[in-house]
T-cell receptor, first 109, second 114 residues
Framework: GENVEQHPSTLSVQEGDSAVIKCTYS??????FPWYKQELGKGPQLIID?????GEKKDQRIAVTLNKTAKHFSLHITETQPEDSAVYFC????????FGAGTRLTVKP | NAGVMQNPRHLVRRRGQEARLRCSPM?????VYWYRQLPEEGLKFMVY????????ESGMPKERFSAEFPKEGPSILRIQQVVRGDSAAYFC????????????FGSGTRLTVV
């Protein structure tokens, strides 16, 4: 089955700096790569996604890149704000979705 | 349009009791997925269901755990004879078709076994 690895497990940045989270996947048949944000005590919420026929997607301060050859994809958050502090999960999907272990992002004011 | 509804939000059970977790998918969603999350850990896939069918249960423990998604009513995750190690947050997600349309997650059920 699909195996998704995510790094780093924790990330601390100053407000205004950029944050980058990286994931790799094992199954070349995976074709959909979403990113989720989970705040304390809540369920994960989809923030951005990318499909295998696209190399990059941007939505305001958030961007995702995909390298299908290398089987890795990354989340980029620019101009970070304290409210970006949360746990972020990447996922890869064929028939059902498998998640990375998560990255706890802390944005210091 | 209500999101994915899970209940109860919190559930306390004594060792040996049964836990029943319910999930109502978003309107129009016919695919349901259950995940378990231990404190400070990621989301572990358990089971994928469509109406009246289990599509993939490869993440479900072989004993004590079962799931269903009947023709009418919510999806149910049942844990029999709970043990302390079952304490976790259980999240349900639903999607429109297969997972390539993205999941919408519920707020989870936090199970505590005492």
């Amino acid at each position: 089955g699909e195996n998704v690895e995510q790094h780093p497990s924790t990330l601390s940045v100053q407000e205004g700096d950029s944050a980058v989270i990286k994931c790799t996947y094992s199954d070349s048949a995976s074709n959909y790569f979403p990113w989720y944000k989970q705040e304390l005590g809540k369920g994960p919420q989809l923030i951005i996604d990318i499909r295998s026929n696209v190399g990059e997607k941007k939505d305001q301060r958030i961007a995702v890149t995909l390298n299908k050859t290398a089987k890795h994809f990354s989340l980029h958050i620019t101009e970070t704000q304290p409210e970006d502090s949360a746990v972020y999960f990447c996922a890869a999907s064929i028939d059902d979705m498998r998640f990375g272990a998560g990255t706890r992002l802390t944005v210091k004011p | 349009n209500a999101g994915v509804m899970q209940n109860p939000r919190h559930l306390v059970r004594r060792r040996g009791q049964e836990a029943r977790l319910r999930c109502s998918p978003m309107k129009g969603h016919s695919h349901v997925y259950w995940y378990r999350q231990l404190p400070e850990e990621g989301l572990k896939f358990m089971v994928y269901l469509q109406k009246e069918n289990i599509i993939d249960e490869s993440g479900m423990p072989k004993e004590r755990f079962s799931a269903e998604f009947p023709k009418e009513g919510p999806s149910i995750l049942r844990i029999q004879q709970v043990v302390r190690g079952d304490s976790a947050a259980y999240f349900c997600a639903s999607s429109q078709a297969d997972s390539n349309y993205g999941y919408t997650f519920g707020s989870g059920t936090r199970l505590t076994v005492v």
